[in-house]
């Protein structure tokens, strides 16, 4: 599975940004698809993620300004954070896994996203 992200860059505090992830190489069924994020000296941590069947999970620290979605016909993934703070500022990562056999867990090429005060 070969994932493309797009849509980082850089945004004032209180903006918008939509990121944007396609798939593509196998079929994506019984997954979960996900942004992650990791600033500088952190963890990299759960954004949010949405499983095929349309189950979403937010952290925390999105939850209520953020919205994850899923195209699963054409294997894209979306996630719009609203209000955006500079402790958004982080590199972005999309990521597939099933948890099912046969399982498997792959990873994006990171997005900067900057959040200027």
């Known amino acids: 599975v070969q994932l493309q992200a797009s849509g980082g860059g850089l945004v004032q505090a209180g903006g918008s940004l939509t990121l944007s992830c396609a798939a593509s190489g196998s079929t994506l069924g019984s997954t979960y698809m996900g942004w992650y994020r990791q600033a500088p000296g952190k963890q990299r941590e759960l954004v949010a993620r949405?499983?095929?069947?349309?189950?979403?999970n937010y952290a925390d620290s999105v939850k209520g300004r953020s919205t994850i979605s899923r195209d699963n016909a054409k294997n894209t993934m979306s996630l719009q954070i609203n209000a955006l703070k500079p402790e958004d500022t982080a590199v972005y990562y999309c990521?597939?896994?099933?948890?099912?056999?046969?399982?498997?867990?792959?990873w994006g090429q990171g997005t900067q996203v900057t959040v200027s005060s």
């Open positions: 990521n597939v896994r099933r948890i099912i056999a046969p399982t498997f867990n792959y």
């Open positions: 949405i499983s095929s069947g349309g189950t979403t």
